[in-house]
C-alpha cells in the first residue's frame, strides 16, 4: 500500500509511516491507521541544496521554570505566551523558527509533561510523543529549564523521565539553562554551581557535563540577544560534536 504524509508538523524521524488499512475507503481519512516503523541510524533528512540545516532546540522542564521566555530569547521575538499564572500557560507543543548564520534555529517550546504533570495520560503520552520525534534528529540539543537556586523535586523528576526517554545519551546532549541571571548580582553562574547547598543540582551539573548557563528573561532587549547568542553557540558545539560520533542518540520512541 503506498505512504501517505504524516499528520504531524513536529519533525516526524524518517522510518516512520502511515499506511491506509486493508479495504478502507480512499475518500475516509479517518480509516487511515498509524503504523510506527523503526527509526533509523541517520533521522537527519536529507536538506535540499540553498536550505539551512537545522539546529533544533527542545525547551523542557518544570511548569513554572521559564520555558517559554528563555524560548523567546532564544528566537529574539515574543513567540510564546509567557506569564506569571496559577495554572500552566501552555499546555501543547509549538515550533518557532529564527536564521542563524548558516543554521535555521528551530525551538520547540513544550508543557510540563516530563514531571510533575497532573493531565489526562492519554494527552501526556501524545506531546511527549511529539518531543521524541522531534528530537530524532542529529543536531538536536536539549534545554532543561531551572530557576536560579529552585531546584526543586519536580526538577529532579524531569531529568529523570528525560534519561527514561531518551536514554543515557540525553545527558551529553543536555545544558541546564538557569532563569533569573539577574538573581546573580555580583557573583558569577560558576560560583553558584559550586558553592551551591543543593547536592542535587550540583550532581545534575556533573551529569551534563558541566554544560550550564543563565539567562534573564527580563533583561532589555540587546542583553537577552546577546545572551542568546551564547546559548545558541553552546548548543551548535554540542550538536556537531555529538554528531560527529555518528550514533543515534535517542533510545526509543513512546
Known amino acids: 500500500h503506498p505512504s501517505v504524509p504524516h499528520p504531524r508538523a513536529y519533525g516526524t ?3 516512520t509511516v502511515t499506511r491506509r488499512s486493508p479495504g478502507s475507503p480512499s475518500h475516509r481519512p479517518a480509516a487511515l491507521r498509524e503504523e510506527k516503523l523503526s527509526l533509523t541510524s541517520n533521522p537527519c533528512p536529507v536538506v535540499p541544496a540553498g536550505e539551512p540545516q537545522e539546529l533544533r532546540i527542545l525547551l523542557l522542564g518544570r511548569s513554572g521554570g521559564g520555558r517559554s521566555a528563555t524560548g523567546n530569547t532564544l528566537l529574539c521575538r515574543e ?3 509567557s506569564q506569571l499564572a496559577s ?3 501552555t499546555t501543547t507543543c509549538k515550533e518557532g523558527r529564527r536564521d542563524w548564520g548558516e543554521w535555521c534555529v528551530v525551538v520547540m517550546d513544550t508543557p510540563a509533561i516530563f514531571g510533575g504533570s497532573q493531565w489526562d495520560k492519554k494527552q501526556l503520552e501524545e506531546e511527549r510523543r511529539h518531543c ?3 528530537g530524532t534528529h542529529k543536531y538536536c540539543v536539549l534545554l532543561l529549564v531551572t530557576q536560579l537556586g529552585r531546584y526543586t523535586r519536580e526538577d529532579r523528576e524531569v531529568q529523570k523521565r528525560v534519561k527514561q526517554v ?3 545519551g540525553a545527558k551529553k546532549r543536555m545544558v541546564v539553562v538557569f532563569t533569573r541571571r539577574e538573581d ?4 558569577s553562574l560558576d560560583e553558584f554551581v559550586k558553592t551551591a547547598d543543593n547536592g542535587a543540582l550540583r550532581k545534575l551539573v556533573k551529569v551534563c557535563k558541566k554544560q550550564y548557563c543563565a539567562v534573564s528573561n527580563r533583561a532589555p532587549r540587546q542583553d537577552r540577544d546577546a545572551q542568546a547568542e551564547e546559548v545558541l553557540r553552546m ?3 554540542i550538536a556537531r ?6 550514533e543515534p542518540w535517542y533510545k526509543k520512541c513512546l
Do not use: T, W
Open 13 to 15: 524521524p524518517p522510518g
Open 79 to 81: 513567540e510564546f505566551k
Open 87 to 89: 495554572q500552566p500557560v
Open 132 to 134: 521524541v520525534h522531534f
Open 166 to 168: 531518551f536514554g543515557k
Open 184 to 187: 546573580l548580582g555580583d557573583s
Open 235 to 237: 548548543a551548535e558545539a
Open 241 to 246: 560534536r555529538e554528531c560527529m560520533r555518528g
